[in-house]
């Protein structure tokens, strides 16, 4: 596994902020993303992360710890939303060249949207939020994985109109080399309207 954008710190005073059901939740948490040998599929470390982030969440409105409780829920967002585009990125990875590839790269495309939802609710929390010292450092992280997403939307559009052409084209060659004409590349741009919808969505 590539290294993670963030890392929990150190528990701290947390210790003392956070109730012994949400503590657990911390030590699961840091478990998830410390520990990649754990052999957790993705959408496992993403539902324990989101458990974690929702009780923070909770815990914020009136809370006297702001600062700390907000540094925990960023580092609980954008992790997620980092697992979301490995998980995406293996979805794709292996529709490509798959016969039945329409629900797959739907799929992706879903966990993208997911990955940049939970980003974009990230960026305007850490606009409000005046509790965080490294606020200019934390917009930029953000800002630059929701461009990363975006960028993925863009090549999976392109790869899955790559990879529907050449299952129209070669469909009993399994390893065939794309060799496009004019006409084919009429085709690609006809279809990758199309599959734009699959990965992107329909907004």
Known sequence: MVELPLRFPQLGTLQHILPPIVLNKRENSVASVNNPEEHLDFLTRIDVLLD????L???????????????ELFTCLIDTAFFYREISLDVMQDAYGSERTDG???????????????????????LSSVAI?????????????????????QIGIVVLSLSKLRTKMYKDQRDAVLDFQEEDLKDLATISVLYAKLVIGND
């Open 133 to 153: 010292d490294n606020k200019a450092s934390m917009c930029s992280l953000v800002e630059d994985m929701m461009a990363e997403l975006r960028l993925l939307q």
């Open 52 to 55: 974690y982030a929702s009780s």
């Open 57 to 71: 969440y909770g815990l914020l409105c009136g809370s006297e710890n702001y600062e700390s409780l907000n540094q």
């Open 104 to 126: 797959a790269w739907s799929t992706g495309g879903s966990y993208l949207r997911r990955g940049l939802g939970l980003l974009q609710f990230t960026l305007n929390w850490l």
